[in-house]
């Protein structure tokens, strides 16, 4: 199979398709063990970006730690993964790399992701549940290009420091930038999920966090020691944004029910990323699959993508098309996803 794909120029400020290398080499998306997917889309090439962990969630002392790229034309093959941002060994939050995202702000592109750290909030355990405090957030990277190198604005997290934090993701209202992020149930027993406004630049939170919603306000969620998981917690996962054809706002996120990790959907009618949110009492993806995040493919067609099966080193990239309810919500695209 020979697959063309674009190298890119990182020259100046901007970025430039420069020429187009064949690569015989492409890796098929069931080759690719991958957890909390991003695929950002760029129109002007033509060009998929898949941001992954390096290694995909490496364990122990294994290097290089950090955040890589796959690049395609067709969602189906890819090639070889690059390395986007590399942490030096001196970064404080280099224990665990978890759910990249690259969004594209002011014409610069800009990497959220989960770090933690070595370092403990406290060194007594969660009386809630006998988790250990690790001291985790989303920290927030800038670029030229979607291929990096990211660099940091410092090595703190934007989200709080005494938080037990992750899965931030950018959203813009009113020309005001915030993150939405998840305070971890490991802390707070029952999962949050919170907003804190950020500067301008996104250099630095602009504000403290509020509180949108917690885990246990959505009916379909269950806590893990009751689907089987020796974890007592309710999950906050993964949260993702899609404005209907009513202007309203649909918030995805992440969680477990009755058949283990999941997708559920909540809605705020206001069309407000501040709600009130409405939680949906069915899961839009309810079986084994999760931290799901939107984008458009190249032909226009809104694409779900998420990690399925949830463990075993078994996650795979899946891409589910999505369509519109009459009352704003969605659903799976059953026609479009059957002639795949």
């Not at 790229?69 to 224990?95: C, E, H, M």
């Not at 060194?123 to 030229?144: C, K």
Request: charged fraction near 25%.
């Amino acid at each position: 199979m020979l697959i063309c794909f674009l190298v890119w120029s990182t020259k100046g400020s901007g970025q430039e398709a420069s020429e187009v290398i064949p690569d015989s080499t492409a890796i098929p998306t069931s080759d690719i063990r991958i957890r909390d997917p991003y695929i950002l889309t760029d129109p002007e090439t033509q060009t998929y970006f898949m941001y992954a962990q390096i290694g995909n969630r490496l364990t122990g002392d294994d290097d290089p730690r950090g955040v890589e790229v796959y690049i395609s034309k067709d969602l189906k093959n890819w090639a070889a993964p690059q390395a986007v941002l590399t942490l030096d060994n001196d970064f404080p939050a280099r224990k665990r790399v978890w759910a990249p995202e690259v969004h594209k702000y002011r014409g610069k592109y800009y990497l959220l992701v989960t770090l933690t750290s070595e370092e403990k909030i406290s060194d007594t355990p969660n009386p809630l549940n006998g988790e250990t405090q690790w001291r985790r957030g989303t920290h927030i990277f800038r670029a030229n290009s979607p291929l990096g190198p990211f660099e940091p604005f410092g090595s703190a997290a934007h989200t709080p420091a005494e938080w037990m934090s992750l899965d931030g993701t950018l959203f813009v209202e009113k020309e005001k930038p915030y993150m939405v992020f998840c305070h971890e149930w490991a802390q707070t027993l029952d999962g949050e999920m919170n907003i804190l406004r950020l500067k301008h630049d996104l250099s630095a939170p602009a504000g403290v966090p509020q509180l949108l919603f917690r885990a246990t306000d959505a009916p379909w969620v269950r806590n893990m020691q009751d689907v089987g998981i020796k974890r007592n917690g309710y999950v906050t996962d993964g949260p993702a944004f899609y404005r209907n054809a009513k202007g309203e706002l649909i918030m995805i996120w992440s969680s477990f029910g009755d058949e283990q990790y999941a997708i559920g959907q909540a809605i705020s009618r206001s069309g407000s990323v501040f709600g009130p949110w409405k939680q949906i009492a069915a899961p839009l993806v309810k079986a084994n699959g999760g931290h799901g995040m939107f984008f458009r493919d190249l032909s226009g067609v809104l694409q779900l993508a998420f990690h399925q099966p949830n463990g075993g080193g078994k996650e795979r990239l899946h891409l589910i098309p999505l369509r519109e309810t009459d009352n704003g919500l969605l659903a799976l695209d059953r026609t479009l996803w059957e002639k795949e």
